[in-house]
């Protein structure tokens, strides 16, 4: 049971370059999000899937796009990177009232 | 709409001290509240949570914290503190109530232990 995964670790991207995170859950949660952390910001939610075959924005989703690829996955695209964009990815997911559990973070940067 | 206020973006206490980390919410509907620690390089882990019954919720790692609803409060507290407490500490409300919605996230709280 290896809770919520997410690749890769880190990645470096120039200005205008494209990357997909990727997410997985094996706790067949329904609902999985991606956020954003950024020094003294907290957390801001980008992108949601409440259940397998929908996505909703969050706070800050322009730049971005999702995709719920089945119940397990939940992946993050940036289609053109932008220096604003530098931040450290989280990918979670929730299982009724046990709280949201948290991946391991993404570490991107953008030259 | 909900919100949450994390006072003092930075915390300092010595070995041994209480800790009292300060969280107030905002919300139009009964909340569910949220505590999360996160470890340097790490994702967030739950400490511990409200959700309308007991208001004195205990938590992970002998940290626990109190609902008040009067003062829109859930302020997380540990009568004394540990080298490995060093962290930082998120409070979290649910956005529609409940067990319903996104969760937002206060600014965050980083905690320092000092010898």
Known sequence: NAGVTQTPKFQVLKTGQSMTLQCAQDMNHNSMYWYRQDPG????????????????????????????????????????????????????SRGGLAGDMFGPGTRLLVL | AQSVTQLGSHVSVSEGALVLLRCNYSSSVPPYLFWYVQYPNQGLQLLLKYTSAATLVKGING????????????????PSAH??????????????GGSQGNLIFGKGTKLSVKP
């Open chain 2, 63 to 78: 940290f626990e914290a109190e609902f008040k609803k009067s003062e829109t409060s859930f302020h997380l507290t540990k």
């Open chain 1, 41 to 92: 910001m907290g957390l801001r939610l980008i992108y949601y899937s409440a259940s397998e075959g929908t996505t909703d924005k969050g706070e800050v989703p322009n730049g971005y796009n999702v995709s719920r690829l089945n119940k397990r996955e939940f992946s993050l695209r940036l289609e053109s990177a932008a220096p604003s964009q530098t931040s450290v990815y989280f990918c979670a």
């Open chain 2, 83 to 96: 080298m490995s407490d060093a962290a930082e500490y998120f409070c979290a409300v649910s956005e529609w």
